[in-house]
T-cell receptor
């Protein structure tokens, strides 16, 4: 089955700096890679996703890149703000009908004011 | 549009007791998933319903866990009898029918087994 590795487990950045979180996956059949943000006491919320036919996707301060050959994908947050502080999860899923998500272990991002 | 709701938000029970968690998906979502996060580790898949049918229950840890989805609407996850290692946060997610649809997560139920 799929295995998703996520690094780092914790990340502290100064407000205004960029943050990068990296994930690798094992199953070459995986084609859908969402990123979720989980704030304290809340459930995971989708912030951006990417499909295998795209190498990069951007939404305002958030971008995701995908390298299918190397089987890794990354989340980039620019101009970080204190409200970006949360746990971020990457995930992978197969193509086709609705499938389960395989998650990474999470990254606790702290943005220092 | 109301999001995915889960009840209760927290549950503290003793080993050997029974607990039932409930999930109400977003209206019209055929797909319903249960996931669990234990001890700060990754979120792990438990099972997947399409309407009232179990599509994939490969992540269910053992036969102490029983999930149902009445009439293809809300779902319950019963743990009987509960063990210490069942402690964690149980998430429910739902999505539209079809391919590659976004899964929307509920706030989770925090279960502590003493």
């Amino acid at each position: 089955g799929e295995n998703v590795e996520q690094h780092p487990s914790t990340l502290s950045v100064q407000e205004g700096d960029s943050a990068v979180i990296k994930c690798t996956y094992s199953d070459s059949a995986s084609n859908y890679f969402p990123w979720y943000k989980q704030e304290l006491g809340k459930g995971p919320q989708l912030i951006i996703d990417i499909r295998s036919n795209v190498g990069e996707k951007k939404d305002q301060r958030i971008a995701v890149t995908l390298n299918k050959t190397a089987k890794h994908f990354s989340l980039h947050i620019t101009e970080t703000q204190p409200e970006d502080s949360a746990v971020y999860f990457c995930a992978g899923s197969g193509w086709g009908s609705a499938r389960q998500l395989t998650f990474g272990s999470g990254t606790q991002l702290t943005v220092l004011p | 549009e109301a999001g995915v709701t889960q009840f209760p938000s927290h549950s503290v029970i003793e080993k050997g007791q029974t607990v039932t968690l409930r999930c109400d998906p977003i209206s019209g979502h055929d797909n319903l998933y249960w996931y669990r996060r234990v001890m700060g580790k990754e979120i792990k898949f438990l099972l997947h319903f399409v309407k009232e049918s179990k599509q994939d229950e490969s992540g269910m840890p053992n036969n102490r866990f029983l999930a149902e989805r009445t009439g293809g609407t809300y779902s319950t996850l019963k743990v009987q009898p509960a063990e210490l290692e069942d402690s964690g946060v149980y998430f429910c997610a739902s999505s539209h029918a079809g391919f590659g649809e976004t899964q929307y997560f509920g706030p989770g139920t925090r279960l502590l087994v003493l």
